[in-house]
């Protein structure tokens, strides 16, 4: 994984809690070239890729990362991923 960070963040943590592994392979997901996605998938695996876009958080993985892996994960694994990627909402009515 601290490959993967000094690769694909150039910023510092928010905070003191370091990135998790999870925001970690989101991050490289939506960045990463093809040579870079098959060595994910021979190395990590297709279901714990799946799980990291089901568990990613609003602005983690761009659309069109999400599109792409949707379509290769879904086919992969057989596992249900939504359409959309994560987004922030916000509620105006509670301000």
Do not use: C, N, Y
């Not at 490289?28 to 297709?46: I, P």
């Not at 761009?62 to 994560?86: H, K, N, Q, Y």
């Amino acid at each position: 994984m601290s490959e993967l960070e000094r690769k694909f963040f150039w910023w510092e943590p928010v905070g003191s809690q370091p990135r998790s592994d999870v925001r970690i392979l989101a991050q490289a997901m939506s960045m990463a070239g093809f040579d870079e996605v098959r060595r994910f998938e021979q190395l990590l695996g297709h279901d714990l890729l799946a799980d990291v876009m089901l568990r990613a958080e609003p602005g983690w993985i761009d659309e069109r990362s999400w599109e792409f892996w949707r379509g290769r994960l879904m086919r992969a694994t057989g596992r249900r991923i939504p359409d959309a990627v994560p987004v922030r909402s916000f509620d105006a009515g509670s301000a």
